[in-house]
């Protein structure tokens, strides 16, 4: 028996989470729940619910509550929060020793160094479909067999399409995304490929490898959710239909599997697998993250930051679908990477960076252009 904490129940993330621990008694048990607020109905039915199953369930709204949470005495703390605002969290639960199942890439993705050097070996366990593959697919050899990670990319919704076709797109159509139910931040970041660009640093944080041997291939139907090659010249694929329940469940039992988690492929049915170059040129996103990677420091939280500024400044028709990446690759043109990495600065450089990514907006706004 594993005690939970789910930070984010309400999400996409923590409801299927809470799936599994309901199919689940006898491996799991939940000790705390919180959430942002955003749906406060849901998280009230969550807690009447989970507190008559387990008494003395600890529960609470906001980050502060999520902090606190991550430090419990429990087995396994799944961060299942969207954004910036998880990164606390994500240290609480490795300072409390916890095993950290980590949705949240953003935490690591601004934290970095800061995080890696908190964490244990094996502390943290990958909940992204595509890291918590190459996790999978990292068994079958040593580190040294390794030659390169292959992360796979929808393609989203507009796969195929030109730049100049990319600028009149909607928040309705960037919303339709092709195969991945999933929130609407991750899910306009999944057209613009930021997403993807996010994990290429994930993937270099968490499993060490140099960013000159991570690539991205599109995969339409996101039934090979990333690859492992070695120097062998093999190359181990983890496949399974596009759900979210198969990682979110090896990462709250790593490294056993949960029987039955999620149906399987059904292998008697045709199955065609297609992979595509990434189109750089109308999705520069991945490479944008690339160079912030490889340029370190407080660089991919500035491109997080600004991100996630742009994406609420698309959805709400401030800013034209191709000036999200446009932005962000404007602040970080504009940002001086400090010398050492603090926690202080990193929060300084989100907060910059969204200052700045605003006023850009504002600009291009009262320019007319979007």
């Not at 039992?253 to 189109?279: I, K, S, Y």
């Amino acid at each position: 028996m594993r005690d939970v904490v789910i930070l984010g129940s309400t999400g996409s993330i923590g409801t299927q989470a809470l799936d599994l621990v309901r199919a689940n008694p006898d491996r799991f048990r939940v000790v705390a729940i919180t959430a942002g607020g955003s749906n406060p109905a849901l998280f009230e039915q969550q807690v009447a619910e989970l507190s008559a199953a387990y008494p003395g369930l600890w529960s609470g709204l906001g980050e502060d509550a999520s902090v606190e949470a991550a430090g419990l005495e429990c087995d396994v703390v799944l961060n299942g929060i969207t954004g910036a605002v998880g990164l606390r969290p994500t240290l609480a639960a490795l300072d409390a020793g916890n095993t950290l199942a980590l949705a949240n890439k953003e935490s690591l993705i601004m934290g970095g160094p800061l995080v890696l050097d908190r964490a244990k070996p094996g502390q943290i366990v990958p909940v992204d479909s595509e890291h918590s593959a190459l996790a999978q697919c990292l068994r079958g050899g040593s580190p040294e067999e390794v030659r390169r990670l292959v992360l796979t990319a929808s393609g989203g919704p507009f796969r195929g399409r030109t730049r100049q076709e990319l600028a009149d797109v909607t928040p309705e159509q960037a919303l339709a995304h092709p195969t991945w139910d999933m929130g609407p931040v991750i899910t306009i970041n999944s057209a613009t490929l930021v997403n993807k660009g996010l994990e290429v640093i994930e993937a270099h944080l968490l499993f060490g490898i140099p960013f000159d041997r991570i690539e991205v291939v599109v995969h339409p139907t996101s039934v090979v959710h990333s690859m492992v090659e070695f120097v062998d010249g093999s190359t181990l694929v983890q496949a399974s239909p596009p759900t979210m329940l198969i990682p979110i469940a090896l990462g709250l039992a790593w490294p056993d599997r949960v029987h039955g988690a999620a149906p399987p492929v059904d292998w008697t049915r045709p199955e065609t697998w297609e992979f595509f170059p990434l189109d750089d040129e109308a999705f520069p996103a991945v490479a944008l993250a690339r160079a912030a990677g490889e340029r370190g420091g407080t660089a991919p939280a500035v491109y997080n930051a600004a991100n996630e500024e742009c994406v609420e400044a698309f959805r709400s028709g401030q800013l034209a679908f191709t000036g999200i990446v446009d932005v962000v690759q404007a602040v970080l043109s504009r940002h001086d990477v400090p010398s050492e990495v603090t926690i202080e600065a990193v929060l300084d450089a989100d907060s910059w960076a969204r200052a700045t990514a605003r006023q850009l907006i504002e600009g291009r706004h009262m320019k007319g252009e979007q």
